[in-house]
């Protein structure tokens, strides 16, 4: 079982003609984990979705890869192994675990978004409306170069699969007993993660009628622009094991 989330580009270059790139990452990834083989251990399943993902990289673009890490692929994914009874977080995902709550966030998301919500706040204070952030978040590409310039730790300070050797230590692993558990896997899309996709609806939908540029009751590197229905994509699966 898993949950597989592509990362929103800030790449120069659309890899694939049909698909973003961080679509185009959440399908590679699906395909690789289709085929792993079940007993894989969680160093092999890291390697093997790097080597899958370094093959769309030619040898001559590796030097501008590695300094500007926003031009690879990426994804984040949440993955249980039945087999070895463990679920692997490989960036930025979430769960829940019979009511136990665990992430795996980039350890410099919380200031990024902070950055921007005391940009959006100042703004507001000088006369500016809600309604222009979603429009043209100012405050999004005020945070952009601090938003760039985290992203030289992607698989340094923080996990993904991009091509690059993950280090593991960034690898959040849970190995569960044979007690029966209740599981929900989910995207960073849900701000507040509930045991049912209802509740956990309705605790979005609370946050984008109070604070849909997601600056006070949960601070976010983006808002709800116009003419979206959220803040983010958003994935959520629960199962039992």
Not at 129 to 143: I, L
Not at 189 to 204: D, H, I, Q, V
Request: aromatic letters at 10%; hydrophobic letters at 40%.
């Amino acid at each position: 079982m898993a949950l597989i989330d592509g990362s929103t580009s800030k790449a120069k270059k659309q890899r694939s003609l049909f698909h973003s790139n961080g679509k185009e990452a959440m399908l590679m990834l699906k395909k690789y984990i289709k085929k792993a083989d079940k007993k894989i251990s969680v160093e092999q399943f890291c390697q093997g979705a790097t080597a899958m993902f370094r093959k769309k990289y030619s040898n001559k673009e590796m030097a501008l890869l590695e300094a500007h890490p926003e031009e690879r692929l990426c994804a984040s994914c949440i993955v249980f192994n039945r087999i070895r009874r463990q679920i692997w977080m490989v960036g930025d995902c979430q769960c829940l675990v019979n009511g136990t709550y665990y992430d795996n966030p980039k350890p410099s998301e919380a200031k990024e978004a902070a950055f921007r919500a005391d940009y959006i706040h100042k703004k507001i204070a000088e006369g500016a409306r809600t309604s222009d952030f979603q429009k043209v978040d100012t405050g999004r590409q005020a945070m952009m170069p601090m938003l760039l310039e985290s992203m030289k730790g992607e698989n340094k300070d923080y996990a993904v699969v991009d091509g690059f050797p993950i280090p593991m230590d960034k690898v959040k692993v849970l190995t569960l007993d044979f007690q029966p558990f209740d599981i929900v896997f989910a995207s960073d899309g849900y701000p507040f993660l509930k045991p049912t996709l209802a509740e956990s609806e309705a605790a979005l939908a609370k946050q984008l009628a109070d604070d849909p540029l997601c600056i006070s009751t949960f601070l976010a590197s983006k808002g709800m622009m116009e003419g979206q229905v959220s803040f983010d994509d958003r994935s959520y699966i629960s199962f039992q094991v």
